[in-house]
């Protein structure tokens, strides 16, 4: 099935104001649950995805540091709510995390402590369930609103496209209510023809325990939204009314000032100020400036690392990864409020010990003597059934684990894969193919060792074939690695999501077309939108090394590794563990408190990413020895042709876009030729296909 226009529901269209100081609590216009829920919220059998794997071992670091509040950080799913069916770190799936956050919430419960859920942004682009839909998540959002959240903001991904902005507008925000938060992005609403929020500014609310927490949701200073949206700059929300009012203390419809124990700052917004998109800094220095010795607490997105950040010793920031490999954990003790009735320290498990130590400057010397009493703990965990098994039921392996919703989650996933063909087998992938565990040039790396070939065999146009051929893409366009194992529908989504249409032009001469793949891989003028070493032009989609989970290696990075840095977040030295068993390849991440992080230990993978050219060329047909003269089909992607156009005119060839035709037909596309490739080349084991060791077990040191 595949959805094929926007539900626009005949709800107003205006997002409602505060009722009270306290704002509408817990008010929610309208639920949209997947699965009736039985009266017996119990345990019931485990379940995963049925072809999933399952991690080969648990959490290295024992229990989790409880404290007086603790978070569940989820950020950057893109979709992934299978899990990672042939990566074993990462099996778990949407209603195995639904099973794991009921536990923890109930588990605070029980210790006398507060939870929060929270996520940053970025719900699509990235696999089939939530791509394979017009527009992208109408069945993939129903799915992640399983989760409790208490805190939710908009990512990048969702305003692109104005269809998936309305989604969130009509629909996702009408879900979550005032939980919602977009502080600095608005949307045309059609009833009145006027910008308002999507969601809520901000939302003042007191925790179970009588915390009392005054949160906002920032994105970043994006620009390459749709026409029917607009974003504040931080610059400017620092100097709107209503941001001076509530980090005074005075929301919206108070007379009186109201008491603020936490700021809470959720952003699809990369939590390391050197970060060149990053606008935490603009924020923070407002609320301190105001509020100098209440604590701060941040939570980022869209650098797709793990990390963890110390900008004063009441301000600490987490980023919890990406793609439904991570979620994050956070907790903190010390909190000073005459409202708290909860436990400070949660007795029978371990406390958050560490400090927030930093050489940032508060704007207030006495903040140390509040920091002092601060306590702050972190883990990344990964998305595994083993983990959140161990640390909701301290088993690795317990039947106790799974509950009614999430089970019925889990079953909707699958029936939902089905409906859309994604579970569909078009082949057997006979290795593993990485974006940057091994080199550019091995047969490993997927920019060499699969994309050429599958452009060969995969993008013919049958009344052409034997004419010669030259065929172009950007290596942005591939978006994660191919693993080992069955090739189906949903792996053609998660490696090349973006449907850019094959185009070509015919007859052009030999001697050009031959210099073209040189000419924009050497040209900066080309070439500059894929610069590793800098941060992504979001413009363009093109991926830079947050896409993959890394930042580029520099020598000195590997000898000396300084405490501020983001870098090659699964490429460091594993953690030194004692243990017997063999360690599988993963993430390995050193951020502010250390390298202590990772919840489980594994050994490093290979980062090769400063290896990757900008453009990726195939050829097929040629003669052994073209003359210079000689006529052959130059054949790229739509989305290349403002490169592609002025390039040829460097060397001499001068073509307008009334020159471009398509190539096959107006849909054929980036999400199109892997799977022709796949029913071509790889027909071999389709129905006994073995799953590989994954990403870094073969390939790269």
């Known amino acids: 099935m595949r959805v094929s226009s926007l539900w626009l529901s005949g709800l107003a269209g205006t997002v409602l104001g505060c009722d009270s100081c306290y704002g509408p609590q817990e008010h929610v216009v309208r639920t949209r649950n997947v699965w009736p829920l039985a009266p017996n919220q119990g345990p019931v059998a485990k379940r995963m995805q049925p072809d999933a794997q399952n991690a080969s071992y648990g959490p290295s670091r024992g229990p989790l540091p409880w404290g007086q509040l603790n978070v569940l950080h989820t950020t950057d799913t893109h979709g992934w709510l299978e899990g990672h069916i042939l990566e074993k770190n990462y099996g778990a799936d949407w209603g195995d995390a639904v099973s794991f956050t009921k536990a923890m919430r109930n588990k605070a419960d029980r210790l006398g402590v507060d939870m929060l859920i929270v996520d940053t942004g970025d719900l699509h682009d990235g696999a089939g369930l939530s791509d394979a839909t017009s527009p992208n998540g109408v069945l993939s959002n129903p799915i992640f609103d399983n989760i409790d959240y208490d805190l939710l903001t908009i990512g990048n991904h969702e305003l692109y496209v104005s269809s998936i902005a309305y989604e969130h507008f009509y629909n996702f925000s009408r879900v979550w209510g005032e939980k919602y938060l977009t502080s600095n992005v608005q949307i045309i609403n059609p009833n009145t023809s006027e910008f308002e929020y999507i969601g809520h500014q901000y939302r003042y609310f007191t925790t179970a325990n009588g915390l009392r927490i005054m949160a906002f949701g920032l994105l970043y200073d994006f620009t390459g939204n749709s026409n029917v949206s607009k974003i504040f700059t931080a610059a400017e929300v620092v100097e709107q009314a209503w941001w001076k009012q509530a980090i005074s203390g005075y929301p919206e419809n108070c007379e009186t000032q109201v008491p603020i124990d936490l700021f809470v700052m959720l952003g699809h917004n990369p939590v390391r100020w050197n970060d060149t998109e990053s606008t935490f800094e603009t924020y923070y220095s407002s609320i301190r400036a105001a509020q100098p010795k209440t604590p701060i607490q941040v939570f980022g997105g869209h650098s797709h690392l793990r990390d963890f950040a110390v900008y004063d010793e009441m301000t600490t920031a987490l980023e919890s990864g990406r793609y439904c490999e991570t979620l994050g954990f956070f907790s903190m003790t010390g909190l000073s409020s005459s409202n708290y009735t909860g436990a400070l320290v949660p007795f029978g498990v371990p406390n958050p010990t560490q400090m927030a130590l930093s050489s940032n400057k508060t704007n207030d010397p006495n903040a140390t003597n509040v920091g002092a009493s601060l306590k702050y703990a972190r883990r990344y ?185 983001i870098m090659a977040k699964r490429a460091l030295k594993p953690a030194v563990k004692r243990q017997q068993i063999m360690l599988t390849p993963g993430y390995t991440t050193t951020d ?48 290349i042709a403002s490169d592609v156009l002025p390039a040829l005119a460097g060397l001499g060839a001068n073509y307008s876009e009334s020159d471009v035709q398509y190539y096959i037909n107006s849909t054929f596309s980036t999400n199109t030729y892997l799977n022709v490739y796949a029913q071509v080349a790889w027909k071999a084991n389709i129905t006994n296909c073995p799953v590989g060791v994954g990403v870094g077990g073969d390939a790269g040191t």
């Open 592 to 639: 502010d408190f250390g390298s202590d992080g990772d919840d489980t230990v594994h050994s490093h993978i290979g980062n090769f990413v400063n290896s990757i050219p900008a453009y990726i060329g195939s050829n097929a047909s040629l003669p052994s020895n073209p003359s210079p003269n000689a006529p052959v089909d130059l054949i790229f992607i739509d989305y």
């Open 381 to 565: 965990l990964d998305w595994n059934k083993i983990t959140f098994e161990y640390h909701a039921t301290g088993s690795q392996n317990s039947s106790m684990f799974d509950y009614y919703k999430g089970s019925a989650v889990t079953r909707n996933i699958t029936a939902t894969r089905a409906e859309l063909g994604l579970s569909d087998v078009l082949g057997c992938a006979p290795q593993t193919y990485c974006i940057s565990c091994a080199p550019y040039g091995t047969a490993e790396n997927i920019y060499s060792g699969l994309v050429p070939q599958a452009l060969t065999l995969g993008v013919v146009n049958a009344s052409r074939a034997s004419n010669p051929r030259f065929l172009i893409v950007n290596s942005g366009g591939i978006r994660f690695d191919l693993v080992q194992g069955p090739f189906t529908v949903d792996d053609s989504y998660i490696v090349s999501p973006f449907a850019d249409i094959f185009v070509y032009l015919p007859a052009v001469p030999y001697s050009i077309a031959s210099q073209l793949l040189n000419e924009l891989n050497n040209d900066p003028l080309y070439n500059g939108k894929r610069d590793l070493s800098a941060v992504e032009d979001i413009h363009t989609r093109e991926l830079s090394a947050r896409d993959f989970a890394f930042h580029p290696i520099r020598g000195d990075d590997c000898r000396s590794p300084a405490p501020e840095s």
